[in-house]
């Protein structure tokens, strides 16, 4: 985040006004109706980068349940990256293919669009995550005060710190456990040696 970007409601202010057309159902086998892989190798060729049929793979689903969220992020972003201010910061179609293939989908797994859309602290995330991982923080914030504040909303850090937290909740039972049965045996050997 070491590049500063545009004022952060400005963003948000774009997010709320996507069109419909990009909220369509994204094209997966036979149903849906926005071509999602299209859209990507459209914005990566007026960013200059010459995107190959192998690289729009995975923006050209078959499975509904494993691709629905991620393909809907992605068309999201693709219209917040048609901002005014994405044209001014030249950005490279490696990294804005990076974003929207697995920084999407990583999103993807804790979040979604409609959340991204009506939610205003997940609005928030959304718009931050994408400048974060473009390398941006919002204008008038130090990069502390930026990643401070994404830290705070990230849905990925909570499923991260509650993964962390189950662990290590079945870590500690499996050691009670353990202590019991040894517990057990040695009141089991002390009663046989008697």
């Known amino acids: 985040m070491k590049m500063t970007g545009p004022p952060l409601q400005s963003v948000l202010q774009r997010i709320t006004e ?5 909220l369509d159902e994204p094209r997966i086998g036979n149903r849906g109706r926005l071509e999602v892989a299209a859209l990507v190798a459209d914005r990566l060729r007026r960013a200059g980068y010459r995107v190959s049929s192998a690289e729009l793979t995975s923006f050209d689903s078959r499975n509904d349940k494993a691709d629905r969220k991620h393909l809907q992020l992605v068309a999201l972003s693709l219209w917040l990256l048609d901002a005014e201010w994405v044209h001014h910061a030249r950005l ?10 697995k920084d999407m989908a990583e999103l993807a797994k804790s979040s979604q669009v409609d959340k991204c859309l009506h939610d205003t602290e997940r609005r928030e995330e959304f718009s931050r995550f994408v400048l974060a991982r473009l390398g941006y923080r919002p204008e008038g914030e130090s990069e502390a005060q930026a990643s401070d504040r994404l830290s705070a909303l990230s849905s990925i850090e909570r499923q991260r710190l509650l993964k ?6 079945r870590r500690a039972r499996e050691i009670r456990e353990a202590l019991a049965r040894k517990a057990a045996e040695e009141s089991a050997d002390k009663w046989t040696r008697e």
């Not at 962390?164 to 909740?169: F, G, L, R, T, W």
């Open 18 to 22: 996507c069109p419909a057309d990009f």
């Open 92 to 101: 490279t179609g490696a990294s804005l293919l990076s974003l929207l293939e």
């Open 164 to 169: 962390e937290s189950q662990a290590a909740e």
